[in-house]
């Protein structure tokens, strides 16, 4: 006679993590060796920077696109000098997509989250589970990575504001809570400084921490799938609350780099997600194998698109160069240049304070650049002029 089986012990083996199959291994294989190609050349700090601020921007407008938003490339470069730039009837598209690249600048460690109050308490920081542990020593290696300054803004004393001593931690409920708030800053009308998780959001965030830490346990780019496959699942079929997509789709793009220990990548999923919605969508409603399989060929896919795109941004550099001519020597264009790859908009004012130039010297930089077609002008106005890079478009 057969011994009849314990209930528990029937949620216990379903609870089991079945092995790869033979096909998720050969996908999880090919997306390791893009992944190492293309930390290969972003090794090289100045490739680095522009890579990661052109896919910041990308990523952001790609995030937004997924929630529906008609995205305009320009009235967002011009928003991110100021919203108030935008002409009315795009305003509000232009903010919410400039809240995603704030978001992804703070994942990225450029920008800190808006400053909180006296008195606003911060959340708890708690860690738990080895991969947690890694994720962190990861950060502590990114800290290092090199960056240019920002372009001051037009009303600031030219001082780019730094990351406070006291930043939670990466892939904690403080750092979660801090991405959020990051968001939450360029959309809501309320005082950014008071903005906090609520009880209810807050065990929601640990909950969703808990499912990645447990997900990313698994060894090297198994890990960093499980973790995506936890945040980057679209709608209908979300497993997590609606408040926290915008933020799970830019820990998205940190999520393979802290598994597989390649500090220097920032991928940007969500411009994989947009390019082929209708496969991610029948993925993810399939079997779990699937949509795994499918994210992992998508990762190998966005490794190589990117490794493209930093040798295109190489190309582009040169191109510039020799447009420009060969100038003075004590001429400031290729500082210029250079800054525009991290802030392809830009005003006359904000040059001129960059470069600690004349207002007259900062115009005449603009003017070579816009005889040299590198640049133009985004806004009809005759003050606040904006001009942007038109090989730089997200």
Known sequence: MRARRHPASRTVMSETPQPPSPALLTALLEAERALGRLAEVAQDPVRRRRMWADAARRESCAAARLDGVAVDPVEFLVATIGTDLVP???????????????????????????ARRTGNSRAPLPSAGAAADAWRAVAELEVGLDALPPFPSDDDDGES????????????????????????????????GRLAFSAER??????????????GGSPALLGGVGMLAELLRPAP???????????????????????CRVPNVWLPMS????????????????????????????????????RDRALS????????????GA?????????????????????VRRVQKRLGSTFRG??????????????????????????????LMP
């Open 88 to 114: 009315t009837a795009g305003r509000g598209a232009a903010q919410s997509v400039r809240a995603l690249w704030q978001g992804a600048l703070f994942t990225q460690g450029v920008v800190a989250a808006p």
């Open 161 to 192: 504001p730094s990351l406070d001593d006291d930043a939670p931690p990466a892939w904690t409920l403080g750092w979660t809570e801090a991405l959020w708030r990051c968001l939450q800053a360029e959309v809501s009308g309320r005082d950014p």
């Open 202 to 215: 807050e065990a929601e965030a640990a909950a969703l921490l808990r499912r990645l830490d447990h997900a």
């Open 237 to 259: 079929d979300l497993r997590i609350p609606a408040w926290a997509v915008p933020s799970a789709r830019l820990m998205g793009a940190l999520a393979v780099a802290r598994c």
């Open 271 to 306: 411009v994989s997600l947009h390019t082929d919605r209708t496969a991610a969508s029948l993925a993810a409603r399939g079997r779990e194998e699937g949509w795994r399989l499918w994210l992992a060929d998508t990762v190998a896919e966005t490794a190589r698109r990117e």
């Open 313 to 324: 941004l190489d190309r582009t550099a040169e191109g510039w160069r020799l447009r420009v």
């Open 327 to 347: 100038k003075r020597r004590n001429s400031r264009i290729p500082d210029l240049l250079d800054a525009l790859f991290e802030e392809p908009a830009l005003t």
């Open 362 to 391: 900062a115009q005449l930089l603009v003017d070579e650049l816009l005889e040299a077609g590198i640049l133009r002008e985004a806004t009809n106005r005759a003050l606040d002029r904006v001009f942007i890079a038109v090989d």
